[in-house]
């Protein structure tokens, strides 16, 4: 069965620095989002994107977050200058298109740390 | 926006007993109910999901009910297993196949005894 992956699994990096985090969708999902999870707490979402371009944000996307699909297969979170309140798990999910079928797919995380 | 009041944050039963987990929301616009079991370190998985056209779903030992006027649904977990021990969300969404995020419930962790 296909299934949404991510890396890296673990990202480690110092405040201020950019990261980039990848997933790859299910080859035939069109809908993409990334949530984030801080230890010990809910899964909070991000961003949803679709048709190339952001459906809709959380207030936590600031400025400092972005999102890309650069080819046919990734789907990319970027995080322009870290900080501590930043390390958390993110997910990435993905969803078929339309016919009713809901179901969110989720990724294996990446857990950022920031130092 | 959507909010998911979910209870209780902890739960621990023997084996072979039922758990029952509860989750509120506040947007009538919601239509799509799922629930997601995680265990430690790894991704949510869909275990059952609802929608609001239908008050009852099961599948196998779990079920999920929904009650639309009281803005209220439930995971029923009967002959519960060890292997059951895991941190369960829930989560409301609108559905509908458009492009509609996921509110969370805090999540409840479960804990099976042998």
């Known amino acids: 069965e296909p299934e949404v992956t991510q890396t890296p699994s673990h990202q480690v990096t110092q405040m201020g620095q950019e990261v980039i985090l990848r997933c790859v969708p299910i080859?035939?999902?069109?809908?993409f989002y990334w949530y984030r999870q801080i230890l010990g707490q809910k899964v909070e979402f991000l961003v949803s994107f679709y048709n190339n371009e952001i459906s809709e944000k959380s207030e936590i996307f600031d400025d400092q977050f972005s999102v890309e699909r650069p080819d046919g297969s990734n789907f990319t979170l970027k995080i322009r200058s870290t900080k501590l309140e930043d390390s958390a798990m993110y997910f990435c999910?993905?969803?078929?298109?339309?016919?009713?079928?809901?179901?969110?797919?989720f990724g294996p995380g990446t857990r950022l740390t920031v130092l | 926006g959507e909010n998911v009041e979910q209870h209780p944050s902890t739960l621990s039963v023997q084996e072979g007993d039922s758990a029952v987990i509860k989750c509120t929301y506040s947007?009538?616009?919601?239509?799509?109910f799922p629930w997601y079991k995680q265990e430690l370190g790894k991704r949510p998985q869909l275990i059952i999901d609802?929608?609001?056209?239908?008050g009852e779903k099961k599948d196998q030992r779990i079920a999920v009910t929904l009650n639309k006027t009281a803005k209220h649904f439930s995971l029923h977990i009967t002959e519960t297993q060890p292997e059951d021990s895991a941190v369960y969300f829930c989560?409301?969404?609108?559905?509908?196949?458009?492009?509609?995020?996921?509110?969370f419930g805090k999540g409840t962790l479960l804990t099976v005894n042998p």
């Open positions: 609802i929608r609001s056209n239908v």
């Open positions: 947007d009538s616009a919601s239509n799509y």
């Open positions: 999910a993905s969803k078929r298109l339309a016919g009713g079928a809901d179901t969110q797919y």
């Open positions: 989560a409301a969404s609108m559905g509908g196949g458009s492009n509609y995020k996921l509110t």
């Open positions: 080859s035939n999902h069109l809908y």
